[in-house]
């Protein structure tokens, strides 16, 4: 546990793990080679006594949950520098943010300093034309997807949680009579909506195993008679 801080060397920006027992980063598996992940982050005004905002990363591959951020922050350094470096830790990976209220203000500082972002693509009904726009939007149509698919995740081992409190938190989460499902009064649900929000992303955009090209064996030479 703990978060992750830039440092100059030889006139280089890189980032490294602080240990810190307090820190809002937790990390179950740290970044490998060849691996591609993703972000999403549940986003909130970072006002004490409010919400959380959480970012999950996950491994595309085995849908493994890898890191967690959770913390209390104001939105735009949210955008500017937490998610960012997460990004840039987690091999460049993509980062999908809720574009709902305080998630604009985290993607307009974001797209500031960071390539990789998520748009999702909105279809106008009166003209039927698509367009791309940063960032998801949960909206009364776009949450049953999300929630369902959690659901069919933890149900068929499509998704590897890691941390307790998403477990917790997953375990609070309930549907009312009127269809509505919220986190039970006195509970969060950060948890559940940014790996909700992840899966999306891997949904949208699944992991595509590279094609690895067969060598030819190398034709006998001889260095005398040139073949």
Same mark, same amino acid.
């Given at each position: +546990?703990?978060?992750? $801080?830039?440092?100059?060397?030889?006139?280089?920006?890189?980032?490294?793990?602080?240990? #810190?027992?307090?820190?809002?980063?937790?990390?179950?598996?740290?970044?490998?080679? $060849?691996? =591609?992940?993703?972000?999403?982050?549940?986003? !909130?005004?970072?006002?004490?006594?409010?919400?959380?905002?959480?970012?999950?990363?996950? #491994?595309? $591959?085995?849908?493994?949950?890898?890191?967690?951020?959770?913390?209390? &922050?104001?939105?735009?350094?949210?955008?500017?520098?937490?998610?960012?470096?997460?990004?840039?830790?987690?091999?460049?990976?993509? &980062?999908?943010? =809720?574009?709902?209220? #305080?998630?604009?203000?985290?993607?307009?500082?974001?797209?500031?300093?960071?390539?990789?972002?998520?748009?999702?693509?909105?279809?106008?009904? +009166?003209?039927?034309?698509?367009? =791309?726009?940063?960032?998801?939007?949960?909206?009364?149509? !776009?949450?049953?997807?999300?929630?369902? =698919?959690?659901?069919?995740?933890?149900? $068929?081992?499509?998704?590897?949680?890691?941390?307790?409190?998403? &477990?917790?938190?997953?375990?609070?989460?309930?549907?009312?009579?009127?269809?509505?499902?919220?986190?039970?009064?006195?509970?969060? #649900?950060?948890?559940?909506?940014?790996?909700?929000?992840?899966?999306?992303?891997?949904?949208?955009?699944?992991?595509?195993?590279?094609?690895?090209?067969?060598?030819?064996?190398?034709?006998?030479?001889?260095?005398?008679?040139?073949?």
């Amino acid at each position: +546990r703990g978060y992750l $801080e830039t440092y100059e060397d030889k006139d280089q920006e890189k980032i490294r793990l602080k240990d #810190d027992p307090k820190g809002p980063l937790s990390i179950w598996k740290l970044p490998e080679a $060849e691996h =591609e992940y993703v972000i999403f982050s549940d986003t !909130s005004e970072g006002l004490p006594g409010g919400d959380y905002s959480c970012a999950d990363v996950l #491994d595309k $591959e085995t849908g493994e949950q890898v890191a967690q951020w959770h913390g209390l &922050i104001d939105p735009d350094l949210l955008g500017s520098d937490v998610l960012p470096n997460l990004g840039w830790y987690y091999r460049q990976a993509e &980062i999908g943010v =809720e574009r709902n209220n #305080d998630g604009k203000t985290v993607l307009y500082a974001l797209k500031q300093v960071y390539g990789r972002i998520f748009k999702s693509v909105v279809t106008d009904e +009166r003209t039927n034309k698509t367009t =791309e726009k940063l960032g998801w939007l949960t909206t009364v149509r !776009s949450k049953p997807m999300m929630i369902n =698919e959690l659901r069919r995740c933890i149900r $068929e081992s499509g998704v590897i949680i890691n941390n307790p409190e998403t &477990i917790a938190e997953c375990l609070t989460f309930v549907r009312y009579p009127n269809g509505t499902t919220a986190a039970q009064q006195n509970c969060k #649900d950060d948890r559940v909506m940014s790996l909700a929000g992840a899966l999306q992303m891997l949904l949208l955009n699944p992991y595509i195993k590279p094609r690895r090209t067969k060598q030819l064996a190398k034709p006998n030479y001889d260095a005398t008679t040139g073949y």
